[in-house]
């Protein structure tokens, strides 16, 4: 009997999932956005205590207030720099997670194709899933980080070459007028990524079900019996978070950011379960008694997680 190749493809992509997927802990990114700040507030205060302690050798008293600003802000664009890198990294991992699915689906329309049932609907559901702004959109947010990274270092350089009152005041006035650009591009940031961040996972998870619904309709033809993938992920008002993040200067972002965040770690949860059941189905169906492990000689977990941001 001829194998099923689309059968070996479900599988490969089962087993192999980690390759694409990661979940993001939304403890871990609450501790990333807060720690630097965190540390800025605290080196800054340190360096402001031994300046003093010393008799002013660095900067003298009167520039005392100026000085703690700058510090204050530069710590507030690390911040933005680090919320950006977050945005970027939640893009690129639902992006990654996407590519997978698109396999997942193809294998199991061939699946049903091989079994002569009709995938028309079900390739029609899959096509749905595709975005062909993906990769522009986690380019673009990507770029936007870069350049925030890019100013933080430019400041950095301007400030720790600062010799005089003249000069510790300009470069105060520096660090205050770069956070209207830096705010602006968070927003841009958040803005351009509603769809890849913030809709994705509901309307991914909306998607996957109803493809499991119609991937069960065929396979009841030939019988083989599935369940249906649960919809765990429901759709929100995008609009009322576009509006807080508006009001916010971008700030809200950073909460929406976690939620979306949870739901998307929500839908892999479940539909690793519900593959998990469905692989052993198609395994026992086609006469399979398992599958062999093809985990040796993949990267390591640190490995994979830096390759899934490339």
């Not at 802990?25 to 010393?54: R, Y």
């Not at 091989?114 to 702004?133: F, L, P, T, V, W």
């Amino acid at each position: 009997m001829e194998r099923n190749t689309a059968a070996d493809d479900f599988v490969n992509c089962v087993v192999r999932r980690s390759d694409k997927d990661m979940f993001l802990k939304p403890s871990l990114m609450i501790a990333s956005l807060i720690l630097p700040l965190v540390m800025g507030v605290v080196i800054s205060a340190c360096i402001l205590v031994i300046n003093s302690e010393n008799g002013y050798v660095h900067f003298q008293q009167e520039d005392m207030e100026e000085c703690a600003l700058a510090m204050i802000v530069s710590a507030l664009i690390l911040e933005s720099a680090v919320m950006s890198f977050m945005v970027f990294c939640v893009t690129r991992r639902n992006s990654n997670h996407l590519k997978r699915d698109i396999v997942w689906m193809n294998s199991l329309s061939d699946f049903v194709d091989y079994h002569g049932g009709d995938s028309s609907e079900m390739r029609s559901i899959a096509q749905r899933s595709k975005h062909r702004s993906e990769k522009t959109v986690t380019v673009l947010s990507m770029l936007i980080w870069l350049i925030i990274v890019g100013i933080l270092i430019v400041f950095g350089v301007f400030a720790h070459r600062v010799t005089s009152e003249e000069e510790t005041r300009g470069i105060t006035a520096m660090f205050l007028v770069a956070m209207a650009p830096i705010l602006l591009l968070l927003m841009i940031q958040f803005l351009i990524t509603v769809g890849a961040v913030y809709r994705f996972p509901a309307k991914h998870d909306s998607i996957q079900t109803k493809f499991s619904e119609e991937f069960k309709k065929q396979c009841g033809r030939f019988g083989l019996q599935v369940n249906v993938m649960e919809h765990q992920v429901k759709r929100r008002m995008a609009w009322v978070h576009i509006i807080l993040t508006i009001l916010t200067l971008g700030l809200y972002s950073t909460i929406y950011l976690i939620i979306a965040c949870r739901q998307m770690n929500r839908h892999m949860s479940v539909q690793w379960r519900y593959e998990e059941e469905l692989m052993g189905r198609i395994i026992e169906f086609e006469g399979g008694n398992g599958i062999e492990s093809t985990c040796e000689g993949q990267p390591n977990a640190l490995v994979r997680a830096i390759g899934r941001l490339m």
